[in-house]
């Protein structure tokens, strides 16, 4: 239990004994005590009149004499400010919240809540590499799984992989044309950019030949439609449906180089999935839901033989479910992958992490679930999360100007580099330390850059600026978390068990590490609870920036006595733990010495 629910609790069990009034928690406002004033938890007595048929004042006064009596582990004392009951947290529950922080182990303390949660991320095509949009999706839905393991939830991380549709013809088409047989092996590239290099030609050629289509007088709409490189890629599409040999094996090979590709990058992205689901193996399964829904007559087909369905009751509109053709299209595939994650797994929840482009179909293809009445329909959630751009603006993948994950982390990774050595503190490390320091610095920049904004706003990614090491940055955290490495190689702290009661008063900047460690679990569950791995990224910071304050006023191995000197070592060790865990659930490594 945090400090502010036991605050909460304790207020409400003095209403109940002073005034026989029940409260729940929501009707009882607990805030931090604002700097100007003294204390450190505020009760808000106005709404509370009606309970206590007293005055704020009056009400305040009685509440707060009550507390520090029955409470005296918890409340040293208490003032009343107008309508605003400030209460001073004892030092000793403090200094006591301190040493429980380092005896327990914190991977182990939270039970299993018994639930069962699947979170799906990355979902990259198979027609391109991964870009800095992947990086935003891959490391939020990677931190939320470990957020959501480390509140108690059985965690499934899952991929899936959209390995078929036109988007995958196209590049098929454009290798055919104009490859020449080339392989990664030949090109000496890796083969998710090999073949998003064809995704672009074929996009290219594409332009050309609406270009000259129009030229010659046809409309553009038409001209669209009617391009022959765009006729022979929807051609393909209906061959790959059909079975076509020919067509499958081309389609194989070109995938088998992109998930090499893939599988590289994940690894230098330091994320892992527990399950992979691929579109090719779940359409089948979504075209037989669509049959599903024809025979319960909430599908219709229209006169060119496509099936739809009519959301406009809804306050939607009229969705596609199959072409006319008969090849399926993203919804058809997202149905039947509901259907077999559930089938695989029977989870509680499904959380889809996909960008708010995506949030008409996340919400159109729960509601066809409901309307079908499976039973995981209700469990399913979109971590809705805004687009991200560089400072040049917006990319665009068919015009290769798209920035790929793999250029984008040697860039973080030599940007790295350039900052460490400008410090020119790099004549104590060997080439491999210094190599490995890098990575955990450009990576860990990388991420907490991404995840420090809360996943609904869009954000711009500026390289330079996310390896500030005096910014709001991964290297400033890291950073401190290695200067205290530094102090406690120095000076060894001592053992935290049987150590005596610390006799003397806790100074300002002492307590305030030990509030901001204390406010890891409520931070842990608001995360969870708003799938926003930005609430950990904050709470990190916030740490390490009031120890940096902390250790700019006060000596930890040169401190004014003995006591003083094993409580500082105390608050290293509590902070770089805490450092550590925090942002360790953001996949962000520490290093042991910068």
């Not at 529950?93 to 939270?110: A, G």
């Not at 490189?229 to 061959?239: D, G, P, W, Y």
């Not at 860990?444 to 390896?467: C, D, H, Q, T, W």
Request: charged residues 25%; hydrophobic residues 35%; aromatic residues 10%.
């Amino acid at each position: 239990m945090s400090l502010l629910q036991e605050i909460r609790r304790a207020g409400i069990q003095a209403i109940k004994t002073l005034y026989h009034q029940e409260l729940s928690p929501e009707q009882l406002t607990v805030n931090e005590t604002k700097p100007d004033f003294e204390g450190d938890y505020t009760i808000v007595m106005f709404s509370l009149s009606k309970f206590t048929k007293q005055k704020p004042e009056e009400s305040g006064r009685a509440i707060g004499e009550w507390l520090v009596s029955n409470f005296p582990g918890i409340f040293q004392k208490y003032n009343i400010v107008k309508g605003f009951l400030n209460l001073t947290v004892a030092d000793s529950y403090y200094v006591s919240f301190l040493k429980n922080s380092l005896s327990e182990n914190t991977d182990k303390k939270r039970l299993s809540n018994g639930k069962k949660v699947m979170v799906e991320f990355a979902s990259p095509n198979t027609n391109k590499p991964l870009h800095l949009g992947h990086l935003r999706n891959i490391f939020l839905g990677s931190s939320i799984a470990n957020i959501l393991k480390a509140s108690g939830y059985n965690v499934i991380k899952a991929n899936l992989v959209n390995d078929r549709g036109i988007h995958i013809c196209k590049s098929m088409i454009a290798w055919l044309h104009y490859g020449n047989g080339e392989t990664p092996e030949s090109t000496g590239k890796k083969g998710d950019h090999l073949v998003g290099d064809y995704y672009v030609k074929f996009n290219d050629v594409y332009k050309e030949q609406i270009e000259h289509l129009v030229n010659k007088g046809t409309d553009k709409a038409v001209a669209e439609k009617e391009a022959p490189i765009m006729k022979e890629a929807q051609e393909l599409l209906v061959k790959w449906e059909q079975g076509d040999k020919e067509t499958r094996e081309l389609w194989a090979k070109m995938n088998g180089w992109v998930y090499e590709g893939f599988d590289e990058t994940y690894q230098r992205m330091g994320v892992s999935f527990d399950k992979m689901y691929y579109e090719s193996k779940t359409y089948l399964l979504g075209k037989r839901i669509v049959e599903e829904g024809l025979e319960k007559n909430l599908f219709f087909k229209k006169e060119d033989g496509s099936v739809w369905v009519d959301l406009t009751a809804d306050g939607l509109d009229e969705k596609l479910l199959l072409r006319a053709d008969g090849t399926s299209v993203y919804m058809t595939q997202d149905l039947g992958t509901a259907q077999l994650k559930y089938d695989d797994y029977h989870i509680d929840r499904s959380i889809y992490v996909i960008g708010d482009e995506q949030n008409y179909h996340m919400t159109v293809l729960k509601l066809i679930l409901q309307k079908l009445g499976k039973p995981y329909a209700a469990g399913i959630d979109h971590l809705s999360y805004g687009m991200v751009e560089l400072p040049s603006g917006r990319m665009k993948s068919r015009e290769g100007t798209v920035v790929d994950a793999d250029d984008l982390m040697d860039e973080m990774i030599a940007t790295a580099e350039k900052h460490t050595r400008e410090l020119g503190k790099v004549n104590d490390f060997s080439e491999k330390e210094l190599s490995a320091l890098y990575e955990i610095l450009g990576m860990g920049a990388a991420k907490f850059y991404l995840l420090r904004v809360n996943p609904k706003k869009k954000m711009v990614f500026n390289p330079e600026e996310s390896i500030d090491f005096h910014g709001f940055t991964g290297p400033f955290v890291q950073y401190t978390y290695a200067r205290i490495q530094s102090i406690l190689r120095k000076e060894e702290a001592e053992e935290h068990s049987g150590i005596p009661a610390f006799q003397q008063p806790l100074l300002p900047l002492e307590k305030s590490i030990i509030i901001q460690l204390e406010k890891f679990e409520q931070a842990l569950e608001n995360a969870a609870l708003e799938m926003d791995p930005s609430i950990i990224a904050n709470y990190a910071f916030e740490l390490a920036k009031i120890f940096n304050t902390f250790y700019t006023e006060h000596s930890v191995t040169k401190a004014e006595n003995e006591e003083k000197k094993i409580l500082r070592l105390l608050l290293c060790k509590a902070v770089a733990q805490d450092i550590s865990y925090s942002i360790g659930l953001l996949g962000i490594s520490v290093p042991e010495r910068m």
